[in-house]
């Protein structure tokens, strides 16, 4: 089982790039005990995602606030690859207050995504108003995948592991008839149904879960939508040999099959039962394992302007060997 979390949050390390480039950061906490996730809510506060099952707060000072955001460690069976792992803000956050996450819960270790709102102190969640959107049985305690973002077309887009174990043995990744292993995409904007399926979701009307958008990914572990073209970027940790970076191109198709259990990145890996090879033209780098690396963390395409030379570069870490690196686009 590999550890996907960073253990502090390492804002104070010169870390390499693949071209051989320096920045040094300035560490803001390390008060936080095991942060897997970073959002803002279109202002200039961080909310801090604790595997442990509290959202706190870094405000536009810099300075962690004591009292959590929200506090679900009662409701989050929390340790290895389990947790409070995702949390997105709704479109329309400022004037409605919805916020989502995503956990493992205790009871049984299901993935759960729920919403939440905001309380009328705008550093307060309402941890008494959770509605449980959507629940999906967890066969191991690992690949529970965990990210949790809204795409330019303000429908929510959960990322799915395979399920765990080793090898995805239930092949759940190639399977439509689950949704492990998958990228989900759901309509959350009426809040009197848990969700919608949007209509042109690649499966409606035919064979396949109605959620799903793409399938056959081992464990998305972070993707993101590249804010100006909004191509999505998926960092799918690999099995054994290899990690993998995704791009789906807007307009490229949906209902990709990005390969696992059939190939991690673009090696053969269980070819049983599998078709042709479908997801060279999306997956747009690979590295392995052979420097201590083995669990890719997926970031962003830099678009800000401090620096034009990152510009359109898609940065991204890796857990074992503690460095965030860059790819080319």
């Given amino acids: 089982m590999k550890n996907k979390y960073f253990l502090s949050i390492l804002f104070a390390l010169a870390f390499p790039f693949l071209h051989a480039q320096q920045v040094?950061?300035?560490?803001?906490?390390?008060?936080?005990?095991?942060?897997?996730?970073?959002?803002?809510?279109?202002?200039?506060?961080?909310f801090i995602v604790d595997r442990s099952g509290t959202i706190r707060i870094i405000d536009s000072t810099g300075a962690l606030l004591i009292q959590p955001f929200l506090d679900i460690s009662t409701k989050v069976v929390s340790g290895g690859e389990q947790g409070l792992l995702g949390l997105a803000f709704d479109p329309n956050y400022k004037s409605?207050?919805?916020?989502y996450v995503n956990y493992t819960r205790h009871v049984d270790g299901a993935t759960t995504i729920s919403r939440f709102h905001s309380t009328s102190d705008a550093n307060q969640g309402d941890g008494a108003s959770e509605q449980i959107l959507l629940t999906i049985y967890q066969p191991f305690n690992n690949h529970n995948g965990g990210d949790?973002?809204?795409?330019?077309?303000?429908?929510?887009?959960?990322g799915m592991g395979d399920g765990g174990s080793e090898g995805d043995p239930g092949n759940r990744s190639q399977n439509l008839d689950t949704l492990l292993g998958k990228i989900l995409r759901i309509d959350v904007s009426d809040?009197?149904?848990?969700?919608?399926?949007?209509?042109?979701?690649?499966?409606?009307?035919k064979a396949?879960?109605?959620?799903?958008?793409?399938?056959?990914?081992?464990?998305?572990?972070?993707?993101?939508?590249?804010?100006?073209?909004?191509?999505?970027?998926?960092g799918d940790v690999g099995q054994d040999n290899y990690e993998e970076i995704d791009r789906e191109a807007v307009h490229s198709g949906r209902g990709i099959n990005y390969g696992w259990h059939c190939y991690e990145g673009d090696?053969?890996?269980?070819?049983?039962?599998?078709?042709?090879?479908?997801?060279?033209?999306?997956?747009?780098?690979?590295?392995?394992?052979?420097?201590?690396?083995?669990?890719?963390?997926?970031?962003?395409?830099?678009?800000?302007?401090?620096f034009p030379s990152f510009s359109g570069k898609y940065f991204f870490a890796d857990y074992c060997i503690?460095?965030?690196l860059t790819s080319l686009k």
């Fill in 267 to 306: 090696s053969a890996y269980n070819l049983a039962g599998c078709g042709s090879k479908s997801n060279d033209s999306f997956l747009i780098y690979t590295y392995n394992h052979n420097d201590g690396s083995c669990a890719i963390t997926g970031g962003y395409l830099y678009r800000g302007t401090q």
């Fill in 24 to 46: 040094t950061l300035t560490l803001v906490t390390s008060a936080i005990n095991a942060p897997v996730d970073i959002k803002n809510a279109g202002d200039g506060r961080l």
């Fill in 191 to 205: 809040t009197t149904v848990p969700y919608k399926i949007p209509a042109d979701n690649p499966f409606v009307g």
């Fill in 96 to 99: 409605n207050g919805f916020f």
């Fill in 148 to 158: 949790i973002n809204f795409g330019p077309d303000n429908y929510l887009y959960i």
């Fill in 208 to 234: 396949g879960r109605d959620e799903i958008w793409d399938y056959g990914v081992h464990n998305p572990w972070r993707f993101s939508f590249d804010r100006q073209t909004g191509e999505i970027w998926i």
């Fill in 322 to 324: 503690g460095q965030i």
